[in-house]
């Protein structure tokens, strides 16, 4: 997914809502991450797509890791990387290159390369992809805290990388190294009887999946139907990184009396990722549960965390909950992280975005006049954390009404399910059709059956 960093139509469109909203002062911010290249070639973070260099809608290339080589900063894309007429860098990699002294006994499995080749170990270290997924913005605000979260949990602890899930042969799960794949560095029609090496997975298995169809087949040049089949495992990646993430445990009596009330406990525990659950762009994930309780018939007596008529969850966004044509679901359990501004009383309202859309549309003072980015705290907005830490759980309570009479046995169904956006944020930065693209997981189901006592 890193290829498509520069041409995701939520990302492009986002970046250009808070572009309007911060009056401009927001520069080329997020450009840095999705197009390092374009950036450092001096390109407008105004520019479309279509007029920007080859190199710039590569978005995050093989270059933009492997030529990194100095430690520029740890956070917001703060870091060197080589455009077009530059010298031809040296691509850094775990592996010792052809022409470089190895230590007594290592192995080097880079016989020769058409480029100059190091190694370094900063590569296949978490901090190398804090550079991106640490987010600060300008005034303070902690939009993205993936590293940080890694960097305080066991795993980082334990010696356990970003890499070592995300690049893992089976996706959002921790394989020694020394499991891992042993494979020809390149193809025998490029180099006969080249050496093998342990070899990472560079799809870089994460949450996303393009909303562009057939993004990337004329680069692989790829016919139809095995352009298909590659679609096909991805998505199938992408659903095994997730539902390697999260356990789910769900609590409940034998059976319950007509007249009753049933009470369901379900206990959501990040048991497999080494960060929040959810992380990165935290205040536009869902991670939701679906709660629904029918009779023998098959008539729904209860239900949590279904969506409206536009996909969207019944919370505070919804528009038909706001028109009146649905409650409010006010057993939600949403572990979805919020923006929160400040109004002109002073007083804290939530938002899509952490720019101030309400008096003032520039909430920025540049340069900033005190350190924010170093105490991170931001005078104007925050984000409200709701994730779950790794090896945390949280959970919720139900307690359904039974009428008398209720005919059983009752069918209890749970679902905990993941989405990228909500769809209401797709409809607000200008992207309504793409509503239709989200596509909702089940990283976890449960269903049994519970008698109605007589």
């Given at each position: 997914?890193?290829?498509?960093?520069?041409?995701?139509?939520?990302?492009l469109h986002?970046i250009d809502?808070?572009?309007?909203q911060?009056?401009g002062t927001?520069?080329a911010?997020?450009?840095r991450?999705?197009t390092p290249?374009?950036?450092?070639?001096?390109?407008?973070?105004?520019?479309?797509?279509?007029?920007r260099?080859k190199?710039?809608?590569?978005s995050?290339?093989?270059?933009?890791c492997?030529a990194?080589y100095?430690?520029?900063g740890?956070?917001?894309?703060?870091?060197?990387?080589?455009?077009?007429?530059?010298?031809d860098?040296?691509?850094h990699?775990?592996?010792y290159?052809?022409?470089?002294?190895?230590?007594?006994?290592?192995?080097?499995?880079?016989?020769r390369?058409p480029?100059?080749?190091?190694r370094?170990?900063?590569?296949?270290?978490s901090?190398?992809?804090?550079r991106?997924?640490?987010?600060f913005?300008?005034?303070?605000?902690?939009?993205?805290e993936a590293?940080?979260?890694?960097?305080?949990s066991?795993?980082?602890?334990?010696?356990?990388?970003?890499?070592d899930?995300h690049?893992?042969?089976?996706?959002?799960?921790y394989?020694?190294?020394?499991?891992?794949?042993?494979?020809?560095i390149?193809?025998?029609?490029v180099?006969?009887?080249?050496?093998?090496?342990?070899?990472?997975?560079?799809?870089f298995t994460g949450?996303?999946?393009?909303?562009?169809p057939?993004?990337?087949?004329?680069?692989?040049e790829?016919?139809?139907?095995?352009?298909?089949?590659?679609?096909?495992?991805?998505?199938?990646d992408?659903k095994t990184?997730?539902r390697?993430?999260?356990?789910m445990?769900?609590?409940?009596?034998e059976?319950?009396?007509?007249?009753?009330?049933?009470?369901?406990?379900?206990?959501?525990?990040n048991?497999?990722a080494?960060?929040?659950?959810?992380?990165?762009?935290?205040?536009?994930?869902?991670v939701?549960?679906e709660?629904?309780?029918?009779?023998?018939?098959g008539?729904?007596?209860?239900?949590?965390?279904?969506v409206?008529?536009?996909?969207?969850?019944?919370?505070e966004?919804?528009?038909?909950?706001?028109k009146?044509i649905?409650?409010?679901d006010r057993?939600?359990?949403?572990v979805?992280?919020?923006?929160?501004?400040?109004d002109?009383?002073?007083t804290?309202?939530?938002a899509?975005?952490?720019t101030?859309?309400?008096?003032d549309n520039v909430?920025?003072?540049?340069p900033a006049p005190?350190?924010?980015?170093i105490?991170?705290v931001?005078?104007?907005?925050?984000?409200?954390?709701?994730?779950?830490?790794?090896?945390?759980?949280?959970?919720?309570?139900?307690r359904?009404?039974?009428p008398?009479?209720?005919?059983?046995p009752?069918t209890?169904?749970?679902?905990l399910?993941y989405r990228?956006f909500?769809?209401h944020?797709?409809?607000?930065?200008?992207?309504?059709?793409y509503?239709?693209?989200?596509?909702?997981?089940?990283?976890?189901?449960?269903?049994?059956?519970i008698?109605?006592?007589k």
């Amino acid at each position: 997914m890193h290829s498509y960093a520069q041409h995701s139509p939520a990302v492009l469109h986002f970046i250009d809502f808070i572009l309007k909203q911060s009056g401009g002062t927001q520069g080329a911010f997020c450009m840095r991450c999705h197009t390092p290249i374009g950036i450092s070639e001096g390109e407008s973070v105004l520019n479309a797509n279509p007029t920007r260099s080859k190199e710039a809608l590569d978005s995050v290339s093989c270059t933009v890791c492997h030529a990194a080589y100095t430690w520029d900063g740890q956070a917001s894309a703060v870091f060197h990387v080589p455009i077009a007429g530059d010298p031809d860098p040296t691509l850094h990699g775990p592996f010792y290159g052809p022409d470089e002294p190895a230590p007594a006994g290592a192995e080097k499995v880079i016989a020769r390369v058409p480029h100059k080749a190091k190694r370094t170990t900063h590569i296949t270290e978490s901090r190398f992809c804090g550079r991106c997924h640490d987010v600060f913005l300008p005034d303070g605000t902690r939009l993205e805290e993936a590293f940080i979260e890694w960097k305080n949990s066991p795993y980082a602890r334990k010696g356990i990388h970003c890499q070592d899930c995300h690049m893992s042969p089976i996706p959002g799960k921790y394989v020694p190294r020394d499991q891992w794949p042993l494979e020809a560095i390149v193809d025998d029609d490029v180099f006969p009887e080249a050496p093998k090496r342990r070899r990472s997975s560079h799809k870089f298995t994460g949450p996303d999946y393009s909303l562009i169809p057939k993004f990337g087949q004329a680069d692989l040049e790829l016919e139809d139907d095995d352009f298909k089949a590659l679609e096909a495992q991805l998505e199938e990646d992408r659903k095994t990184l997730l539902r390697n993430a999260a356990t789910m445990r769900v609590d409940h009596p034998e059976q319950v009396p007509p007249g009753e009330r049933l009470r369901v406990r379900v206990d959501v525990t990040n048991s497999g990722a080494g960060h929040n659950l959810p992380t990165g762009f935290a205040s536009e994930r869902q991670v939701w549960l679906e709660v629904v309780v029918r009779d023998a018939a098959g008539k729904m007596l209860y239900i949590s965390g279904d969506v409206d008529r536009f996909g969207d969850l019944r919370d505070e966004n919804s528009e038909e909950v706001q028109k009146g044509i649905l409650a409010k679901d006010r057993d939600l359990f949403n572990v979805q992280a919020r923006f929160v501004i400040k109004d002109f009383r002073g007083t804290e309202v939530e938002a899509i975005s952490p720019t101030n859309r309400l008096l003032d549309n520039v909430p920025y003072v540049v340069p900033a006049p005190m350190p924010y980015s170093i105490l991170g705290v931001a005078p104007g907005a925050r984000v409200f954390k709701n994730g779950i830490p790794p090896h945390g759980t949280k959970g919720a309570t139900y307690r359904v009404p039974i009428p008398e009479g209720t005919s059983g046995p009752l069918t209890l169904s749970v679902r905990l399910r993941y989405r990228n956006f909500p769809p209401h944020l797709l409809k607000e930065i200008g992207i309504p059709d793409y509503r239709a693209k989200l596509r909702i997981v089940d990283m976890q189901s449960y269903e049994t059956k519970i008698p109605v006592a007589k």
